[in-house]
């Protein structure tokens, strides 16, 4: 799914968490949006699933304008998101957390469509266990299915590699590189930038708001700006 940011900004107080910020990024593979602390990620992100709306400014999907569209048209729209801090339904079953999604946007919600979407995760033989009582990164890989579930085009992902062990880290960043692979466009948001290098297509560093540089892999990392201000560099 295409996405056209332009001169987006979102104030809280006198904080511009995102200030007047613009990109362009062609659908598909992954592109990861980077950046220390309180840069704007989760803002921007938030913004492209149309949580919280811009003060000022424009985000088009697919040529769609959803600046003003409400989260469940953006939804319809075929965007997804998973969020930093774990949100799955505890009480529910594994399968269950996949069907919710699957039978609000009205999809096919029965077993097979819901074991489908967990073994894309690897997660099918839990599928009848409460989610609440799998361990932390399963309970990732949950929230993951369930962000699939609704068939997404565009995938937001929020920190999801956060808590993980390196090994699940390297399994799940690959798996966000086949789902690329499968045509889903996938915004991955991470702190963990060397998987995040691994397997973008794009990135954008972002810092106070704004982008710091944009480019390829490579090109990032030999920014000047990059590395001075991002990893900490002298000239
Ligand atoms: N709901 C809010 N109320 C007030 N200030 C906020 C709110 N959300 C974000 N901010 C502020 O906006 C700025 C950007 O925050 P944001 O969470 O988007 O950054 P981030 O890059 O995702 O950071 P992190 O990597 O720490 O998650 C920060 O200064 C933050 O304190």
Request: charged share 25%.
């Given at each position: 799914?295409?996405?056209?940011?332009?001169?987006?900004?979102?104030?809280?107080?006198?904080?511009?968490?995102?200030?007047?910020?613009?990109f362009?990024?062609?659908?598909?593979?992954v592109?990861?949006?980077?950046g220390?602390?309180?840069?704007?990620?989760?803002?921007?992100?938030?913004?492209?699933?149309?949580?919280?709306?811009?003060?000022?400014?424009?985000?088009?999907?697919?040529?769609?304008?959803?600046?003003?569209?409400?989260?469940?048209?953006?939804?319809?729209?075929?965007?997804?998101?998973?969020?930093?801090?774990?949100?799955?339904?505890?009480?529910?079953?594994?399968?269950?957390?996949?069907?919710?999604?699957?039978?609000?946007?009205g999809?096919?919600?029965?077993?097979?469509?819901?074991?489908a979407?967990?073994?894309?995760?690897?997660?099918?033989?839990?599928?009848?266990?409460?989610?609440?009582?799998?361990?932390?990164?399963?309970?990732?890989?949950?929230e993951?299915?369930?962000?699939?579930?609704?068939?997404?085009?565009?995938?937001?992902?929020?920190?999801?590699?956060?808590?993980?062990s390196?090994?699940?880290?390297?399994?799940?960043?690959?798996?966000?590189?086949?789902?690329?692979?499968?045509?889903?466009?996938?915004?991955?948001v991470?702190?963990?930038?060397?998987?995040?290098?691994?397997?973008?297509?794009?990135?954008?560093?972002l810092?106070?708001?704004?982008?710091?540089?944009?480019?390829?892999?490579?090109?990032v990392?030999?920014?000047?700006?990059?590395?001075?201000?991002?990893?900490?560099e002298e000239?």
């Amino acid at each position: 799914m295409d996405i056209e940011v332009t001169r987006a900004t979102m104030r809280f107080g006198g904080v511009r968490a995102v200030d007047d910020l613009s990109f362009r990024y062609a659908a598909g593979g992954v592109l990861g949006l980077i950046g220390p602390n309180g840069a704007g990620k989760t803002t921007l992100l938030n913004a492209l699933s149309d949580v919280s709306r811009l003060d000022s400014g424009r985000i088009r999907l697919r040529g769609n304008d959803i600046t003003r569209l409400g989260p469940e048209k953006v939804a319809r729209l075929g965007v997804a998101r998973t969020f930093q801090n774990l949100q799955v339904f505890g009480s529910l079953s594994v399968l269950d957390n996949v069907l919710v999604p699957r039978w609000a946007l009205g999809k096919g919600a029965d077993r097979a469509a819901g074991l489908a979407v967990l073994d894309r995760v690897g997660i099918a033989e839990h599928a009848d266990r409460l989610a609440g009582t799998l361990a932390y990164g399963l309970q990732r890989r949950v929230e993951l299915a369930r962000a699939l579930a609704a068939e997404p085009e565009l995938l937001l992902l929020d920190e999801p590699l956060a808590g993980l062990s390196r090994v699940e880290g390297n399994r799940a960043a690959e798996l966000f590189a086949d789902l690329a692979d499968d045509g889903i466009t996938v915004v991955l948001v991470e702190h963990d930038v060397s998987s995040v290098l691994a397997v973008s297509r794009h990135v954008v560093v972002l810092d106070r708001g704004t982008v710091l540089a944009s480019g390829t892999p490579d090109e990032v990392v030999a920014d000047h700006a990059v590395r001075r201000a991002y990893l900490g560099e002298e000239d």
